[in-house]
């Protein structure tokens, strides 16, 4: 089961938000500066997790997770925008 999680991040080093922003485009989709949009499995968030518990500075740094429940159910409509909508990729498997 995948749940949807809204992944922020405030980095006071430039060089770790560039790291932070890399591991995070491998995980989800931006919405906005610093926020992302993550459908994960719970390995998925585990790995994550460590991932960025590797490369952000725990004193100085800040990154939360929100956990918006499962992809198919109350997460679709647990976000509202207001001003310009936010248009997320479709992503689809690729079989190699």
Known sequence: MRNTYLVTYDISDPKRLRRVFRIMRGFGDAVQLSVFRCQLS???RILLLERLSEVIHHQADQVMVVDLGPSDGRADIAVEVLGRSQ??????????
């Open 87 to 96: 248009e997320l990729p479709i992503r689809h498997a690729v079989i190699v």
């Open 42 to 44: 719970r390995r998925e």
